[in-house]
């Protein structure tokens, strides 16, 4: 029944060859250091889970968000486990999409023809700060406010356009509401489609150029 | 591969398959199971009230004249204390105790008027009339207007709210 079910199924969508091509392509002999683009996919999902079951309780206006996170943490079942695996998922994807930056330099698979593997993966890692980077002020608490304080100033020592981009960071010359809500709407729908499109552009390429081995004493 | 190293059960293939797919099940399941409380603990919380709510002295309400008394009651929704709108419909009859019925109409909860004119009850969302008594007289509603439960201390007047 099952097998019928799936062959059916395959014969309309391919799975047998999505399979194949994502799942038992070639690769050369690796070692651990190359699981760890896997192992940030495998965050990046756990963080998009999680952030939309946070977004069931959070409302980011400056009078509730603090308390609407009290309530996650202290009102909701499980909601220190859901807000816990967002608060050290984040710190942990950054650490390991940094060390995958470090594996991928220092082997060399960022030379052709994989260099614009490599300035995707720029993008991401940039992305993923971004995400820290917003992120970090939505709890609305005295460290997340004066971060986002600090954060926006350092971004307003730009020479000539620097009191530009901390008005538009802020929303305004002061943190406020104005921050808060477009902070929000950056972490959870601009920076978030930007990835997703990156991402997927990401692993094509891999997919489609395959990695590179080890260097050796040849290369 | 020496043949004799070889599993005469499985090959290598399928046991990486089996364990990755049992790994990946317990470990959705460990944070599938959480998901679904995360989503329905709120649910089960008791938000509900049980008040006697003091609608004053019984002068205030004429006979033979359906009245609406509104109150409001604070409630603490999650993060939110938020105020809960009421009204209660108060039906005076000489030589009877006073009926106080609820202005939420048996169908879907809309706020019923009282038509003075018709001398009927009438709910705008689904075109329902209620008789001064209460009871249905044409459109969707399943039941009679529901009544609270009443207390007379002297000649005040008290209903029994409760609620969920």
Redesign the interface.
């Known amino acids: 029944m099952a097998e019928n079910v799936f062959s059916w199924l395959d014969e309309r969508l391919g799975l047998k060859a999505i399979y194949d091509t994502i799942l038992d392509r070639k690769v050369p002999k690796v070692n651990w250091w190359f699981t760890l683009g896997s192992a940030s996919l495998f965050l990046g999902l756990m963080q998009g889970i999680t952030g939309m079951l946070l977004s069931v309780y959070y409302v980011p206006t400056p009078d509730h968000a603090y308390d609407s996170i009290t309530f996650i943490m202290t009102g909701v079942q499980f909601g220190w486990l859901i807000r816990g695996i967002h608060h050290w998922g984040a710190s942990l994807l950054i650490l390991t999409a940094f060390i995958h930056m470090l594996r991928v330099f220092f082997y060399g698979a960022y030379k052709y023809p994989r260099e614009f593997t490599w300035i995707t993966g720029v993008g991401l890692l940039i992305s993923a700060l971004g995400m820290g980077f917003t992120g970090y002020l939505l709890p609305w608490n005295q460290r997340s406010y004066w971060a986002t304080t600090v954060g926006s100033e350092i971004a307003g020592t730009v020479p000539w356009v620097g009191d530009f981009i901390l008005r538009t960071l802020r929303g305004g010359t002061n943190l406020s509401a104005l921050t808060l809500s477009r902070f929000f709407s950056l972490h959870i729908w601009i920076f978030p489609a930007i990835i997703l499109a990156t991402v997927g552009t990401h692993l094509y390429l891999v997919i489609r150029l395959g990695i590179s081995h080890i260097p050796d004493k040849d290369s | 591969m020496p043949s004799k190293y070889r599993s005469p059960v499985m090959d290598r293939r399928s046991f990486v398959k089996i364990v990755t797919a049992s790994l990946g099940s317990m470990m959705a399941a460990i944070?599938g199971l959480?998901?679904i409380?995360?989503?329905i603990?709120?649910a089960l919380?008791k938000t509900g009230s049980d008040d006697w709510i003091s609608l004053g002295s019984l002068d205030n309400f004429p006979f033979d004249l359906p009245t609406l008394f509104n109150f409001n009651i604070t409630q603490v929704n999650?993060?939110?204390r938020s105020s809960m709108s009421y009204g209660a419909f108060v039906l005076r009859k000489e030589g009877q105790d006073p009926i106080v019925f609820s202005d939420v109409c048996t169908h879907l909860s809309c706020r019923v008027n009282w038509d003075e004119e018709n001398k009927e009850f009438h709910c705008p969302c689904h075109n329902a009339f209620f008789d001064a008594n209460g009871e249905v007289v044409s459109g969707p509603p399943p039941r009679p207007l529901d009544q609270y439960e009443i207390r007379l201390d002297g000649d005040q007047l008290f209903i029994h709210l409760t609620e969920g």
Do not use: L
């Open positions: 944070v959480p998901v409380q995360y989503f603990s709120p919380g999650g993060w939110e």
